[in-house]
């Protein structure tokens, strides 16, 4: 993996909320269990290091939505949860970068770098990356700390919750990220470790 200059790089954590949780817990097949320990682990190491991470969270317009702000479901998940200093964006739509300032708090702050994780892979993430990789951002898909759902396809087709996101990390690859695993990242940033007090961006 690309070395990190820690000044540069932020960690986007995107809807680690309890709606999740709640379609987990009505049967739904998700991949990719250990992606909250995942997620966990990078908050610490990024703030550890000193660097940026930044939150971002769903807050859906459409009625019966489990991420009403309303709801539960908005809330944050307890892996997720935010620091003192750390901001926490809301947006109503996929793409993190639509209806937000995130664009304009990153290039204000020097931050060009972005390992990204959360849920789900193949919807809010995949946007957002896409829209991080077509910006000029240097975009680090973290393929161990995002996961997704199965899903039924428009012609009764199934598709499991594995190849739906092992499909969307090949979309992304190389055109729009690069797709890392945590200990790439981990021991990139002990690597780098700047010693310096975590800031926010």
């Not at 200059?5 to 309890?18: G, H, S």
């Not at 009403?68 to 793409?95: C, I, M, T, W, Y």
């Not at 896409?130 to 700390?145: I, P, Q, S």
């Not at 995002?146 to 690859?173: C, K, Q, V, Y």
Request: charged share 20%; hydrophobic share 45%.
């Amino acid at each position: 993996m690309k070395p990190f200059n820690l000044a540069q790089t932020a960690l986007l954590v995107i809807d680690v909320q309890k709606a999740f949780e709640e379609i987990a817990a009505t049967g739904v097949k998700r991949n990719t269990p250990e992606a909250e320990g995942q997620i966990a682990a990078l908050l610490a190491g990024f703030r550890k290091a000193g660097a940026a991470v930044i939150h971002i969270r769903h807050a859906s317009l459409a009625p019966a939505s489990r991420f009403r702000p309303e709801h539960s479901g908005f809330a944050v998940s307890d892996v997720g949860r935010e620091q003192p200093g750390e901001p926490v964006l809301v947006k109503n739509v996929n793409s993190s970068f639509i209806g937000t300032d995130l664009e304009q708090r990153l290039r204000a702050a020097g931050l060009s770098t972005l390992v990204i994780v959360g849920a789900t892979t193949n919807h809010c993430v995949e946007t957002t990356t896409r829209m991080a990789g077509n910006l000029g951002f240097d975009a680090r898909l973290v393929r161990d700390a995002t996961w997704t759902f199965e899903r039924t396809g428009p012609d009764g087709d199934h598709h499991t919750a594995e190849a739906i996101h092992a499909m969307t990390l090949a979309n992304l690859s190389d055109e729009f990220a690069e797709i890392v695993t945590t200990k790439a990242v981990l021991d990139a940033l002990a690597a780098s470790d700047s010693g310096q007090p975590h800031r926010a961006a």
